[in-house]
Structures are given as C-alpha cells and as structure tokens.
C-alpha cells in the first residue's frame, strides 16, 4: 500500500519529511571496474571495446563490424510496423517544431563607454548518444536527444546502442534515421562512453555524452566529465499529480500507473484537497493494476513508493510541491493555469484533464528527458541549449579603454596582479 | 623557454598534439579525505564545520560566529580605500548591465492541432557562492559569481570564504555587499561545500553551489553534484593571442604575461604569421618578466606551458585555436572580426588592440569565469542562465488529444509501456 499523509496531521512535517528523503535508488558501486574499463579503451581502442562487447553483450565484433552500416539501417526502417514509424515521423516533426523555438538569439551592443560587448551561440562540434539496450531501448528517447542536437546544428551526432547477441531493436534505428543520427555503432555500457570520449580507430571522439544509462554508464560519464561534456545523471523517474475533487479517479489511476510501471523505483504521488478522490483513485488503482502487462513492476513502484497526501486545499499543497520538485507535475484542477503560476520547481508541467503525462513522453513537443530526483529544483530538462555553447565577444575602443581602462588597473594592482594591471597601463601610456 | 612550433614543419602535427594533451594539473587524489568530511558535517552539522575550521583554518568558531555579522561587514567597507570601492562599484553596475540581457524569455504558443506548449523560467531558489580564502581570495570574483545570480532573481545567495587565522580581504565583503550576497559564513574547504549542501542548524542548504576552489573543492562539488546542482570545475587558466605583424609585442607580451602570473599552470599561447613578431614578443616577455611581483610564477608558466606557434596565415591558425578551444582568445589583427566569426571554440573572444583580456577580468562586462582545459568545445562561461532553471508546459484540449493521443497510444503499445498507452486511450474511449 502506499503511504497516505494529511498535511493537517501533527506528524505531517515527520512522515513528509521522510518521503522526501526516502532512498528509491541502490547506488551499485561500480567505480572501481569502471575506471579499469575506461583506462582499457583508452589505451587499447578498438580492441579493447571488441574484447568487452564479446564479454558483456556476447558479440564477436571487428573494427569493420563495429559500426551499424547504412543497409542494416534501410532494412531495419522497412521492417518496422508502418503504425510506428508513421508515430515516430509525427513525434520528431512536433518535437522539432517545439525545440526550434529554443534556439536563443545571439547579442551585440555598443554602450556609452564605447565597448562593444555581445555573446555568440555555437553548435557544439560533436555528441554522443547512448541508448541502453534490452527492454529500456526506447526510440522515443533517441528522438527527444537527437532532435534538440540536430536543431542546435550539431554536425556530427553519433550514437550508441549495445545490442546483446546481435538484437536490437529495428524501431530505435528508424528513430535514429528520422532524427538524423550521422553515425551508429553497436557498443554499450561503460566501455561505449570511453570510447566516445577517447575515441578508438574507428570511432572518433566527441565533445559531449548525453542520453541514459544503467549504474556503469552513470558512473563512466561522471569519470569522462571535464574530458568531455555530459548531460545530467538520470534517476528513477516520478509524477505528482495535483488534482481536486472534480478530477476522473480512472484518469488519475491511469495516469500514476503510467509513471509506476517505468521502473520498481519510479514514484508517484497524488496531493489533493478532496478525501473522495484520495479514496476513488486508491481504488481505481487496484482494478487497473490487474489488467496491467507490467503489473509487478508498477504494483511494487506504487506499494514502495506511492504516496496519497490530503492538504486543506491545492493552494496550501504548493509549498509541498516545491519542496519534492517533480519531474513530471500534472494538475488536474479548473484553477490549473493560476496553480501552475505559482510552482518554482518541477521539470514539466501537464496542465487540465486532457493532458495526460505519456502524451509528453511520446508527441507533445517538450522533451522527455526532464530532472529527477528533486533536481527540478536546480536544473531544466534536455532541449537545444544542452547542445550550444556560448562565446562572450568583447571589443574596447581606445577611448572606451580610457574610460574603463583605469578602474581594471585599479582592481588589478588591489588583487596583487600586476601584470593584469600593467597589460592595461601599457596601452594607456599610464 | 616556451615551446615554439611551426605549422610548416613535417613533425608539427605531432608537436602540436603534445602540446594540446599537456597535463598542468597534478590532481591530488583527495577523494577519501573529502568523502569523510561530507559525512561527518551531515551526521554532526555546525559541530563538524567547527571542528574542521579550528582544525584547518586555526580559527575558534561557534555557531553565533560561523556568521559574518551586518557590522563586521561595514566595517570592510568602511575601512576599504575608496579607490577600490569605486572601481568595484564600477564593475558591478557593468557586469549587471550585460548579464540582463541574458536573461531568457518564456514561451508560450498553440499550434494547429490544438495544443498549448511552451516554458517558464524560474530562478534556483538559494545559491551558495564558494570564495577561496588567502591569496586567491578575489574581490573580481565575488561580483562575476554573484551580480548573475541576483540579475536572475535568486531570492538568496550565500556565500562561504575561509578566514585562515581570523584575516579576510575586506574588499571581499566589500564586493559581497556591493552585489547583494544575503548571508557570509567564515567557512572554506570540503566542509564549507558539505555544509551548503546538506545544511546545519545555522546554515540552511542551498540547491546549487558555485565558484572556485583548491582540489578538496573540487572534489567536494564533485561528491554533493545531484543532491545540489554545481557549476563547471574550474582548472588552471589560459590564453590564446592571435597576432599578425602589426600587434604591438610589449602589449602582446604584457597580455601573454598577465595569464601566466596567476598560476604556474596557467598557459599562454601566441600564434602569429609573423616571425618578427614571434621574436619581438619572445624578447619583450623577458624583459617585462624581469619588473614583475610575480615573476617566479609567470615564469615557470611561460617556460613549462608557454608556446610560440608559427601559421602561414591567421586564417590557416583558426582550426588550431578550435582544438585548443581556449578559455580566452585574443585576436590583435585588422581583420579581428572576419576570424573570430571563424571560430567555434572559445570561452571568450577580445577583439583589437585595445581589448586587453584583462579588462575582461574586470570591468568589460562579460562574465570572467569561463571553460577551462579545452572544455570550451562544450561549456560556456557563467552566465545568468546558470542560476535559472526551465520547467516545460503542455496543455492539450480534448480535441487536441484526439488529434494526437493515437500516435502516443501506438508508441506506448510498441514501446512495451501498455500504463502509458491506457493513460491516453482511457481519455478517448479507444
């Protein structure tokens, strides 16, 4: 059973408190073999991947075998399920259209000092997607992590997929085809990130890693990070649904049952003013759980994790949403727009009854990849600037280095540099 | 004597390899250490953090004094020699005139289909700002790690600086109050990041920690990165002067040498098409190094880390500066503008004879805290949007659920998630 707070109860701060802090995910340590792995392929290349992939994914490889070639890809494209492909084509052109609105401006101005000052957006030069193999290989992932690259204008976008005894799933090549990944090669886990940012013969390095992973490609982007860029560290994935009374408890069942199945460490919670739907949607949760073809893992989610909290109203739950920063929030609610105003942290937002959150995970637009773990509350999700960098651009004239030239040697000399201070001095003949 | 290659040369590819692999940093393997210091600020909170300053900093705190009062700080300002304070003050009204230009906009729009997607900013809500203490302690840093997290809005910045002995650089609490810092804590090392990440019963937790520190900083921001937000790790600094026959050698060299004086490791680069130049600013380095405060250290940088880089043309020399992708680039040329519209890696470009990089330390504008150690291929320098997260919106009306929930229910159905599909056919009655 999940745990059921009321925010009135005297013991609500405690058994809040305690959600919050409840540990969903076993951290394995696996730091150790990882760096073995990573110093591995640095050193040895394509021979080491090709020994690691034989090892964990039991697949005998060659550097010319390596990557997935361009007929493997035709093929795998021509033997989707045309229903699938037809949704996928739908997913990119919505997430495309939604991403390409992210694309920032860049900036240049000249003030009364004389000083040119601006930035410039750049595509960054290359990235590296990793797709997990097995049943976490989601083409709907490789969609949300290409697309924002290519709007970026990413010129090389390559990915890797491990494909344990030659499987892999034909509709994640189609989506790499759609979305416009340049390069695929079938490697995974930890050895696959050390390839991407050392690079091997055939494969030549990136600049950046993004994309999803179990506990050893976790642990190898945390020790490639600096080397290369990577994207955040993805945790178990959470909902919180906010709703009132007139919300449909089927709806909302479906809709925590949607999160809980993803994974037995996914959370969902429901906060609502109104005990009726507490207990509607407690119910409908039940008989929705036995027709479920992934009903051990979400019944295991929802038992462990789950939670029911009463508040006095939506308003007073606010607070309590900030404090958990969801990542996916929904808010079932007439007075949803004001109550989404009013909410500092959480990844994405589904806002009314018509807005369930798998509709955000497939064809809204947004990208999926949002801020788990409460760390909406300091980063935003996957999208066109993770795949940019900025270059601040500054120009003095001889008079705007007059102007301002005096104050820098000011600082300089107070700072004890100077060599910083003389470099303006020098030019100003002071 | 500093490197000196010549693009023109058969073995310079080689050479220029060396060059950029260069390791400058020693990384002292302080992990273990700082892992026990995070878990015993946890467990005992301000008890640990007095314990750890009396130990390290030789300083007798409680918790009433962990706090740097209103009064200490006035009195720093009030004893700061106004020189200092108007160029501070110049500084921060500069930095703060480009930093809002940065913040970003909300979005929100509705396509064909009937669907409302866009997003909304919103500031982190606490931000503790790290400020190393001793010769490092720098007042310049102060305002660029602070004025763009209050541009953003951050309701409260805290900053901690060690006080080894009791002594702080008044112009330290001068340029914290100068930019709005809401709370100063008397604290440094792995401690003072523990403390800011996991709170004590005087300091409560902020969501994300920035600024520089030694390596038990770094490795401390390393450890608490997920349960806080962290910004990039800093490493040693660098320049890079692209110069034609025209540049100025003692101005070259005074810019080549206020890099190299803050750090043995930092590094100095000048890539020029003239080997008069070339020469002209080997002699001139010598002969400023010789009236310089810093002199061992700008020394030992220039002759360990130092290269002079010989190109048939300025243009020929931007796939180098790419590679290198420095944190600052000078390019001292007529034709300033036209390169560094051809350059895609660099944390920031000064442009002319008159845009000294220290001026960029300073008083430009632009924010001084940028990638280090090539990480400019995919980092960006601190900026407002560092201190501001994106949360997504969606809203579908029940006619755009209709129009796009089938793809969604086919992608759920293919991707094996039968909650998610259910979550969106439920709604339709399909």
New interface residues.
Partial sequence: MPVRLDARADDFETAFRALLSAKREVSEDVDAIVRDIIADVAARGDEALIDYTARFDNQTLTPETLRISPAEIEAAVAAA?Q??L???K??KA?IE??HV??K?QD?S?T?EAG???G?RW????SVGLYVPGG?AS???SVLMNAVPARVAGVPRIVMVVPTPGGVINP?VLAAAHIAGVDEIYRVGGAQAVAALAHGTATIAPV??IVGPGNAYVAAAK?RVF?L??IDM?A?PSEVLILADGEANP??VA??L??Q???DTAAQSILITNSEALADAVATAVEG?LLT???QDI?RKSWDDFGAIILTPSLEAAIPLV?RIAPEHLEIESPQ?DAL?AQ?????????????????????????HV??T?R???????L?V?DFL??????????E??RA??P??V???E???????????S??LNI
């Fill in positions: 399920p229903e699938a037809e949704a996928l739908l997913a919505r259209a939604y609105r992210q920032p900036e101005f003030d000083v040119t000052a930035w750049t595509a960054i030069e049943t989601y083409p709907s509709l600049a950046k945390r600096g290369v860029g560290i945790g089927e709806w479906a809709d049952l949607a809980a199945e993803h929705q479920l073809p992934r979400a900030d949803a989404a909410v500092r942290n959480a990844g994405a937002i589904f806002l009314g009854q018509y807005t369930p959150e798998a509709i955000g995970d497939y064809v809204g637009g947004p990208n949002l801020p773990a760390s909406a509350r300091f980063a935003s999700g999208g600037l960098k900025r270059t601040s651009i500054l120009r003095c004239s001889v705007a280095l301002i030239g104050a820098a000011t600082l300089g107070t700072e004890g540099l100077q060599a910083h201070a003389r470099s303006v020098i030019r």
